[in-house]
């Protein structure tokens, strides 16, 4: 299944949240991850995360998308490449 995780939480927890969800997802805007992963690797991206959030005050939102060919991305302005920027 393809997913968009967007994540809102205190700033000492950014860090840890955003450490978790690069070892499942692509960073593709600040607060945002999306990509292909399986159901079980997606429960134990969750479970990883509730270790590092703290749900009385961080929101995690998670949008699954059964079939990604449905997904149109039109990106105005500049197009972000993390990855490359750290290369």
């Not at 995780?5 to 978790?20: G, Q």
């Amino acid at each position: 299944m393809y997913v968009l995780i967007a994540y809102d939480v205190d700033a000492k927890r950014v860090a840890k949240v955003h450490k978790v969800l690069k070892k499942y997802l692509t960073w593709t805007q600040n607060s945002l991850f999306e990509g292909e992963i399986t159901e079980g690797l997606l429960k134990q991206c969750m479970a990883e995360i509730a270790t590092k959030a703290n749900p009385a005050v961080d929101s995690i939102y998670v949008y699954r998308i059964a079939n990604p060919k449905h997904i149109k991305k039109v990106i105005y302005g500049i197009e972000k490449d993390f990855e490359s920027m750290f290369l």
